[in-house]
DNA sequence: AGGCAGGTTTGGTCATACCAAACTTGTGGA
DNA sequence: TCCACAAGTTTGGTATGACCAAACCTGCCT
């Protein structure tokens, strides 16, 4: 049926690839980069595409399968594939099943975690620094629906993440959105475990206030400070989540 | 137009009708966590796990192939798979194929790009913050090695990476030498055919230097700024891959 | 004991069939 | 004319059963 893969492997011990399904993967793949197949617009069907591969449904399923979980094709049970080019977070989301998993190890919270802080404290240094007249105002905009919110915990926690959310889109660049969308999906399910208050909110908004007045202030060193202390604060409450002590 | 959806009978979003092999997955999933299967062991035969499951083995390969690709359990194709439970790297991994193609949009690779610079500038100033002294012995070993390596452009190049990768590794959060590996194999392909000689080898020598000594003399802005310098004059040169301009 | 030959597993692929849900189409009523 | 509903067709989901080739195992033979 099909030819061979010319034995021009590239590693010696896992290499041994007679793989079949695989091919049809990279041609639609190549498809759908080369436009071909449009985004947004749906596969041919099953049956199609293994008269056109000349493959049977088998490798036609398990290749729209890998695309899937590629996030190349989106696949809802019974309906049509959809092509989708994915995007940064699309990317990000592909691999939250997998993160679920790492967070059952409670150092895989701590250090994904401390991983936000740390490219927030970058963030919040970054925005002190460049951040623009219109930044400001969406920082302050933020604050003042945070403060709006101080008694209404499941608001406070919606402004919570829409003020930090501020911080990741000052550099333009969408990645830091898309991050910062993986980091609240990955770490909610701890923070919905975390003990609220009005007074843990009045606490947290002060910390906002204090961040975004250090930027306001174009003082890096003090916007970092205060939201290190921010969030490693938060975290004391969050380990307590899944460390009984 | 059409009328509207006024929720009567569809299921707005995702949530709908019928799958089966996702219950495998999530059932194997589950042994995998639970310790039933234990990293390393090999997953049953798929003629077993069809009678185990009470299923065909269609879903049953359907199901290895999803976890295959979530990156927990991985899947040679003559050999039996092998159960693994997933760390950040392979994580990063498991997106690898999907950011190739976010990088065949040279938006992207600038994008991505910049979050490298982004994130290892903040790396660089944390290195001349609380770099050990284990931490300045490899680097300056890095930067000797690099040295060394001035003529051979090859060696020049693996050197170079090893040489940031110190500064990964310093925050001892083990994202972080994850996120190097994936940000350098991401960018490789771009990197690969980036012109290269002795004389830039040497420019680059002389930026890693001034960077390692900022570090060394505790000059966090001193630092982040030549990196900044070093990684945006490289940049240069990199979109000359693909932007012909 | 060591090594090789043959039988047995086991993953990869194909072909076929059936079901139920989604899509399409055609007809009839307001 | 247009909407609504019902029958017919497509299409994805699953199940069987079969075959091949490579990997695995067993046991004989030197």
Redesign the interface.
């Known amino acids: 049926m099909h030819g061979e893969l010319t034995g021009s492997d590239l590693k010696a011990p ?1 290499a ?4 079949a399904a695989d091919f049809v993967v990279s041609e639609i ?1 190549a498809q ?2 080369s436009g071909k197949l449009r985004d947004g617009s749906h596969l041919p069907a099953e049956r199609d595409l293994m008269v056109e591969f000349g493959i049977s449904r ?1 490798v036609v ?2 290749a729209i ?2 695309l899937a ?4 094709i989106e696949s ?3 309906f049509r594939p959809v092509v989708r ?4 977070d ?3 989301t ?2 939250g ?3 679920a ?2 967070l ?1 190890d409670p150092d ?1 919270v701590k ?2 975690y ?2 936000r802080i ?2 927030e ?2 963030l919040v ?2 925005a002190a620094l460049h951040a623009r007249k219109e930044d400001i105002a969406a920082l302050r905009d933020a604050l003042q629906a945070n403060q709006e919110a101080l008694t209404d915990s499941e608001r406070f926690y919606a402004t919570d993440v829409a003020f930090h959310a501020v911080f990741y889109g000052i ?1 333009r ?4 959105p898309s991050l910062h969308k993986a980091f609240t999906t990955w770490l909610a399910p701890h923070w919905k475990r975390m003990p609220r208050s009005p007074e843990r909110n009045r606490v947290n908004f002060l910390s906002h206030r204090e961040i975004c007045n250090a930027v306001v202030e174009r003082d890096p060193d003090g916007a970092e400070k205060a939201l290190n202390a921010h969030l490693n604060a938060a975290w004391e409450y969050v380990r307590g989540t899944f460390e009984p002590g």
């Open positions: 896992p041994p690839p007679s793989r793949e759908i980069l088998t399923r398990e399968a890998a979980s590629r996030g190349l809802r049970p019974r080019k994915p995007g940064f699309t990317a990000l592909a691999v099943g997998m993160v998993h790492l059952s895989g250090n994904l401390d991983t740390f490219l404290a970058a240094r970054n550099p660049n969408p990645v830091f």
